[in-house]
């Protein structure tokens, strides 16, 4: 999907028919007042208040039409500058622009409005020759939105839309608008049952459902196994952590409004804790360490806290509450290279066994123009991101550097995915950090007898478990693969009366041997219960007949076909059991 905001034309193409938009509703709500109506990567947008009007999809077809007519005419986009003053007697009447213009800066001695025929708009620009140019858009959706984004103001009604140079570039977009609608995370959680969120509980702050804790649990045990072979050890810590932990760390300096308010409990200060390391710091002090026990690798699936704006939660994707696939790994400098190979390798291999293709390795590094929100170590930044390049270079993996994007601790590889709609998303980390142990005064006793500081990679492979479950939905348009997925197998007898119980045999069965089955033996017609079964996307279905019950048989059909086979039932759970282990991904 294109970004519109990175490409310069579409860009003015988009601002200015986000003034057509405004025109065409004050033609149809004379009393309509504009706060904003700026570009964004989809298109652009415009908040607006109505008064007592609420906009409908009918409302959203008239303001198109009467966008239509006026594009049809003409006008050119005359753009003029007028003083502070003059602005602030212009615009009078409206409170939304003279708060605009009461907050722009005392340098901005002239201000710019654009006119196109009877309206007139407050705007830095630029803008098109003329609104003819304006041919090729759409209005998407409207949807309510707090002025100024302070769920203490008004509510103000935003409108979507977008447009384009021609036809053919349009409607693409739109058609990838409804595939990322048929892919949504929210929508498919929903009809699927996997998550839920309620104002009791604080936007942000999802609740897995059954359903939806299968999926999560399933994925905790394959990261976990494959940690364990690797040689992590898994610890639990905390939801908290002193103010000091995280002076001590230096984020309250560096990340302090990312966090929840503190809180004082007795004459201790605490907060949510949004990242795990101090608490791993202090479990590796816990004890003296000699250079044969490293690397010390310290897993956790750990539960975090961290403030996002209320505007930019979405479902799983962008939470306030979240488990992240946590780890760190405390290594000698000569352990550096070796171990972030081996970090990279697991990655990769995460990513064959999901199917995932589409993505890049970002190095993130330290601008060497502006050191100041940097650890002061300039031969130890040299050092790390000449180590980090070295070990991608062997491995062969392409990446770019982006400077200026590292942690304040040190360098870090991000790796940006392309999912199936949108745009690219940051799953895996690795980090390097030669700070933080030094700040919680970490040792361990070298070749020589003398203590030394040992370095820190921090790690995520799936990044949150909230997050890349939402990627996953996304990807799969929730049809899991088999491993995955809630309910594996659905048994349907064709009729319960006479074959109900051998349903319940074969459920059973399945049950006893690790398989999530689920028995439908309704009295419901046995097509609106395969259909049912389909809609569900369950990976296996069963038909059992009269002849499925009397050969010890199951008949079933892969979710999206309508052929069926007929297996044994011992065939059929060997089957299952290998596709199952082998975490193969469905076809």
């Not at 045990?221 to 001590?248: A, M, R, S």
């Amino acid at each position: 999907m294109i970004n519109i905001k990175e490409n310069e034309h579409l860009s003015i193409m988009n601002h200015s028919c986000a003034h057509l938009l405004a025109q065409a509703v004050k033609h149809i709500y004379p009393n309509a007042l504009f706060w904003v109506g700026p570009v964004i990567e989809e298109g652009f947008y415009y908040d607006i208040d109505l008064g007592d009007e609420t906009l409908t999809e009918e409302a959203l077809e008239k303001i198109e039409k009467e966008m239509k007519k006026i594009a049809k005419d003409g006008k050119r986009i005359v753009r003029e500058e007028i003083s502070k003053e003059e602005a602030l007697a212009k615009f009078a009447n409206d409170p939304y622009k003279i708060d605009l213009i009461s907050r722009m800066d005392e340098e901005e001695t002239t201000i710019s409005c654009y006119t196109q025929g009877d309206f007139t708009d407050l705007c830095r620009g630029p803008h098109l020759e003329t609104v003819k140019e304006l041919k090729f858009f759409k209005l998407i959706k409207f949807s309510g939105a707090y002025w100024k984004g302070d769920a203490k103001n008004k509510m103000l009604q935003r409108i979507y839309g977008v447009c384009f140079e021609n036809e053919e570039d349009l409607n693409a977009h739109l058609a990838e608008l409804e595939e990322a609608k048929e892919r949504d995370h929210r929508k498919i959680g929903k009809e699927q049952e996997l998550y839920m969120n309620h104002e009791l509980v604080g936007a942000g702050m999802p609740l897995w459902l059954p359903n939806g804790s299968i999926i999560r649990k399933q994925l905790e045990n394959y990261i976990y196994e494959k940690e364990q072979k690797l040689g992590y050890d898994h610890v639990y810590t905390p939801c908290v952590g002193t103010v000091d932990l995280y002076k001590t760390s230096g984020h309250w300096d560096h990340y302090k409004e990312n966090m929840f308010p503190m809180m004082k409990v007795d004459e201790e200060e605490f907060v949510l804790r949004p990242m795990n390391c101090p608490h791993h710091m202090l479990i590796f002090k816990n004890k003296m360490h000699s250079y044969r026990d490293l690397p010390v690798r310290i897993g956790e699936f750990a539960t975090d806290f961290r403030y996002e704006a209320s505007g930019a939660v979405k479902g799983l994707e962008r939470v306030r509450c979240m488990c992240q696939n946590d780890a760190h790994l405390f290594v000698t400098p000569e352990q550096i290279g070796e171990e972030f190979k081996k970090v990279v390798s697991l990655i990769l291999d995460v990513y064959r066994d999901f199917g995932l293709k589409n993505y890049k390795f970002r190095l993130s590094l330290r601008d060497p123009e502006d050191k100041e929100k940097y650890f002061d170590d300039d031969e130890m930044w040299n050092a790390a991101e000449a180590k980090l390049r070295e070990v991608l270079n062997d491995l062969g993996v392409e990446y770019f550097e982006a400077i200026g994007e590292a942690a304040f601790y040190g360098p870090k590889l991000d790796v940006e995915v392309k999912p199936a709609v949108g745009p690219e998303v940051t799953l895996s980390t690795c980090q390097l950090d030669f700070l933080l142990p030094r700040r919680f005064e970490l040792s361990y006793i070298n070749s020589k007898g003398e203590k030394e500081t040992p370095v820190v990679l921090h790690r995520a492979i799936f990044g949150t478990f909230d997050r890349f479950t939402a990627f996953i939905i996304e990807e799969t348009k929730g049809r899991f693969p088999t491993w995955l997925s809630p309910v594996q197998v659905k048994v349907i007898p064709v009729n319960a009366e006479f074959q109900g119980d051998y349903g319940k045999e074969i459920k059973d069965y399945l049950a006893e041997n690790g398989i999530r089955v689920e028995l439908d033996d309704r009295n419901e017609k046995l097509g609106y219960r395969l259909r049912e079964a389909q809609t569900q996307k369950v990976p296996y279905t069963l038909i059992l007949g009269d002849a499925e019950k009397e050969n010890n048989t199951i008949s079933y059909r892969l979710h999206g076909e309508k052929d069926t086979t007929t297996l044994p039932k011992e065939e059929f759970l060997k089957m299952l059991k290998e596709e199952i282990d082998s975490k193969s991904l469905r076809k």
